[in-house]
């Protein structure tokens, strides 16, 4: 019974340092502010590359059926990246944590390259046209497991938010001994 409620306090501290981490860096607007433009940026990039977002001749919209599940998925990747990256920013300005820059931004890189589907894109057809036949293998494989790579990247994605927010809460924890002196 004892081991219920330890495992239960430890998921509600969990659940409580990742809502913590996100009000204590989206309390500023700068941060909201460069979340939503990261966001909007990536968006339109996705978009773009997964040829459903157009600017020439006109700004054209077009969303098929087949598409909405990728569609879907990359705003969440969009938004998570948004939302990571702007911790990221956060945690570099503010904290005083020894964090390099690999691995800062790391997760969200791997997040981005995996992404942007290079099937689905004219990337496809510059690593096709660039490596000839493992070209062709290589987008064989990935139009093939476009939608579990792409979820694969999702969680990444959480796995980031996760350990961004463990730097954020633990770094604001003390140790007390016995008598309630800060050690």
Not at 50 to 75: R, T
Not at 115 to 132: D, P, Y
Request: net charge positive.
């Amino acid at each position: 019974m004892r081991d219920k409620k330890i495992k239960s306090s430890s998921i509600i501290n969990r659940q409580n340092s990742l809502i913590l981490s996100f009000k204590m860096v989206f309390s500023r607007w700068l941060y909201v502010l460069i979340a939503g433009i990261v966001a909007s940026v990536l968006w339109i990039l996705f978009n773009i590359f997964d040829q459903l977002l157009f600017f020439s001749p006109i700004v054209i919209f077009y969303l098929p059926d087949d598409a909405i599940v990728s569609f879907i998925i990359s705003n969440i990747t969009a938004i998570l990246l948004g939302i990571v990256i702007s911790m990221n920013v956060y945690v570099f300005k503010h904290s005083k944590l020894r964090i390099n820059l690999t691995s800062l931004f790391s997760w969200s890189s791997i997040s981005v390259i995996s992404s942007a589907c290079a099937s689905c894109s004219s990337i496809g057809l510059l690593l096709v046209t660039t490596l000839g036949g493992i070209g062709v293998s290589a987008l064989t494989f990935l139009s093939n497991y476009q939608i579990p790579i792409r979820l694969v990247s999702i969680m990444l994605l959480i796995w980031a938010y996760y350990s961004i927010s463990n730097k954020l809460t633990k770094s604001c924890k003390f140790n007390y001994n016995n008598e309630g002196d800060k050690v």
